[in-house]
């Protein structure tokens, strides 16, 4: 997507979703990469997500400096955003949360895998990240430095997602619509994860499980989330064309 007024509107739609979805509330965060300079991202100025409008979109750099118009006080914690769109030039995508069914996860010896295909994205390597490995126990969780945020994305490395220790998450995608997607997902198999230990012995999804869904799925399946979301929040859908190159399908693998 390219056009900048239908990106910034698209952005907003996701916030919107997220909120919905209970998987950010009064705040988290989503932020993209900009259409056509790749060193900066868009985001919302520091409002919940589920009133934002256009209007409150910032134009950040990657080391988190405020670009043009400024409508309010940016997130304290854009340096997640920049920093990861710093190491990782294949995401145009961040979401940074604390999803309630994720956080458990985050201080438990329980690991989060994926049990349901829905929920293959997150992948079956999530670490979890612990500020104070670095920054000690003075902190107040937040990442509100590059310093912060690189050590964040080192833990992130090549993965879809990472856990945050005592504070959420993050979750990256080639799109808004794939990065929102996982984001509901994620939470969704945390609260199927949660039930299913409190049953017995869980069988989680395989590695070649993963791979096949993960594979195949592509912009029909997001196309298909995203246009009932859209409903759901009283937000325009417009249907978008993907080519996601070798390897993904046209077809919907998720049934």
């Given at each position: ?250 077809t919907d693998p998720a049934g």
């Open positions: 997507m390219t056009d900048l007024a239908q990106l910034k509107e698209e952005l907003v739609t996701a916030n919107r979703i997220l909120a919905h979805h209970h998987v950010v509330d009064s705040f988290g965060h989503i932020s993209v990469r900009h259409p056509t300079i790749p060193g900066h991202f868009l985001m919302s100025r520091a409002r919940a997500p589920g009133v934002l409008v256009e209007e409150d979109i910032m134009e950040f750099t990657l080391e988190g400096k405020i670009v043009g118009a400024e409508p309010g006080k940016p997130y304290s914690e854009r340096f997640i955003h920049g920093a990861i769109l710093e190491a990782r030039p294949d995401a145009m995508c961040v979401v940074h949360n604390h999803s309630p069914n994720v956080v458990p996860f985050t201080v438990t010896g329980r690991k989060m895998r994926p049990i349901m295909h829905m929920c293959a994205p997150i992948g079956t390597d999530i670490p979890n990240w612990d500020i104070a490995h670095k920054f000690g126990y003075e902190t107040n969780l937040l990442v509100t430095n590059m310093e912060m945020g690189r050590d964040l994305a080192k833990t992130l490395g090549h993965r879809t997602v990472s856990l945050m220790r005592g504070h959420g998450s993050v979750v990256v995608g080639r799109s808004i619509r794939e990065t929102v997607f996982t984001s509901i997902y994620m939470e969704a198999n945390a609260e199927m994860l949660i039930k299913a230990l409190q049953m017995g012995e869980v069988e989680y999804m395989h590695d070649g499980e993963v791979a096949a869904n993960t594979r195949g799925r592509a912009g029909f399946t997001w196309e298909r989330g995203w246009e009932n979301w859209c409903r759901e929040v009283s937000r325009k859908y417009v249907a978008q064309t993907w080519d996601m190159g070798p390897g993904f399908s046209k």
